[in-house]
Nanobody, 118 residues
Framework: QVQLVESGGGLVQAGGSLRLSCAASGADFAINSMGWYRQAPGKQRGLVASITTLGNTNYADSLEGRFTIFRDNAKNTVYLQMNSLKPEDTAVYYC????????????WGQGTQVTVSS
């Protein structure tokens, strides 16, 4: 059973930084794509950033280069470095992992709250 465990959320002032981590346990195979999604109150969950085992990245257009995603393949761990945080970044951030055949799966973490005060 694959589990994703997030950490690193919290309260920060606008302009500050946070780093989120997400570690996958229970997988003895590579989780091909790992990424971060976020959901603010009253809004749909949407992609923040994702990264493959080859290092190919995809970012939401709205981030304006403030966030960086990177991963440690050996540990099946993904990180999200968030800089110049804004109040509108406040949301629950979810980690997602997707693996391909023959170990196909789609996994979600429980979410971690990020609150940016103005």
């Amino acid at each position: 059973q694959v589990q994703l465990v997030e950490s690193g959320g919290g309260l920060v002032q606008a302009g500050g930084s946070l780093r989120l981590s997400c570690a996958a346990s229970g997988a003895d195979f590579a989780i091909n794509s790992m990424g971060w999604y976020r959901q603010a109150p009253g809004k749909q969950r949407g992609l923040v950033a994702s990264i493959t085992t080859l290092g190919n990245t995809n970012y939401a257009d709205s981030l304006e280069g403030r966030f960086t995603i990177f991963r440690d393949n050996a540990k099946n761990t993904v990180y999200l470095q968030m800089n110049s945080l804004k109040p509108e970044d406040t949301a629950v951030y979810y980690c997602r992992g997707r693996s391909l055949e023959p170990y196909a799966g789609d996994y979600w973490g429980q979410g971690t709250q990020v609150t940016v005060s103005s």
